[in-house]
């Protein structure tokens, strides 16, 4: 079958913060209902944490940089990957991460290399 | 001559069909556009010198498969396909009704939510109405590059998204069914008004939007979804042929040549709504109550012998199911009509939301007009022509203006 990632974009918040254990129940509901499907996933510390790196061509200088490629509204705060029968199927478990129903995720078709 | 054009037409018609079946079979759009195509040139190479065969899907379909059998056994890295393709060698062509859900499966993956409008438009037309890229291109004034990149996208998205070739079910058919009918309704108005071009009308876009509505009816005829969409486009192009006049002017409802209007196009409209009516349970359809206001303007014998009564009241139907600024204002023009222009301008002024709209700007300038408030006028047929409309219509409003004196 095959999978699909879906990347959450939210308000750029700690999910580790306890002032968002209220809204964790939500994910974990989530995390539930959509077991069959969900194959990992994981939530992110905020892009405040990240680091953009890049090198000056293969095995060249490492540039490091502090924070994300590209600042917006909405940030990328976690992923999951999805096995499902077809883009319908990811579509609509993809409606019931609470990342929809606020900021938005986007679902991608993964590459498979075996096939 | 005739005779080819019969064959080319029924070869048009068997081979969005054949298609439909072989997208099945292979799992492939592209594969199947093919081995279609060249069942399609074969056909129209043979038939009109050695007639057409008695079952002409049966014929171009056996043709596509082998052809596509072909096509998958010189990729030779897929065993797996190539198995599935030799055991698909069913000499004997699908029963009708399989044919039927192949097409509809085609319609519903064409027009699927996850795809742009605009690709879902081309799409619509590339393979549901067959016509080629280019001529696709052309109707919806691109350059042909443009078009093949929209198409070869949209067809990647599709497999390598996995968006699957099915009817959905029962419970999201409405919702997608009217995403369906929103696109082909877009096709028809992008012939209809032809945006910001010269001309008003480019026909063959209004002729295919029609195509693939009579399709929607002939694969759903209980649907009033797709019964009231072909009500509506065959009673809004039987104007067609008064809508501009010999010099390209737009010629207004009011006074345009009712006797040139198409009967044959009316009274099949006119039916389509009485059958969509009777389809409608409980709540009525958007696109039946719209062809209803259109019967009601295609069927009044002059412009002052409209039923306006009947008009707003159909309108007041279309708000409690379809609520839109632009539904408002074709009401408030109804009222305009009926109660004067006055108690017309007092609902224009009073909708919110339209101000990018020209028809807003214009509609308001015109009881204006005729309220002899020439000042104001002026000023709303400014703001309207600040605005995008397609030359004909923008002309239009320079003849109105200049009338003010």
Known sequence: ?115 | MEAGDAVAQLVREEGTRVLATLVRVTGSIDLAEEATQDAVVRALESWPRVGVPDNPRGWLTVTAKRRAIDLIRRESRRPEKEAAAVSMIEPVPEPPEVVRDDLLRLVFTCCHPSLATETQVALALRTLGGLSTAEVARGLLVSEATMTKRLTRAKQKIAQARIPYRVPPADELPDRLSGVAATVYLIFNEGYAAGTGSELARVPLTAEAIRLARLLVVLMPDEPTALGLLALLLLQDSRRATRVDEAGRVVLLADQDRSRWDERAIKEGVELVGTGLRRTSSRPNAYVVEAAIAACHALAPSYDATDWDAVISWYDVLLTIRDSPVARLNRAAAIAERDGPSEGLAIVDAIDGLAAYPWWHATRAELLHRLNQPEAARDAYDRALALDLSRPQADHLRRRLSELG
Do not use: N
Request: charged letters at 25%; proline letters at 5%; glycine letters at 8%.
């Open chain 1, 1 to 115: 079958m095959p999978k699909y990632v879906a990347l959450t974009y939210t308000a750029d918040v700690d999910w580790s913060d306890p002032q968002y254990a209220d809204q964790m129940k939500d994910w974990i509901e989530f995390g539930e209902a959509a077991k069959a499907v969900i194959r990992g996933g994981d939530a992110l510390y905020p892009t405040a944490t990240a680091t953009t790196v890049r090198t000056s061509g293969k095995g060249g200088e490492v540039i490091s940089s502090d924070g994300p490629y590209a600042e917006t509204k909405e940030a990328l705060t976690g992923f999951y990957l999805l096995e499902c029968a077809d883009l319908d199927e990811a579509i609509q478990t993809a409606a019931k991460i609470p990342a929809a129903w606020t900021g938005a995720v986007e679902v991608r078709p993964v590459i498979d290399f075996g096939s």
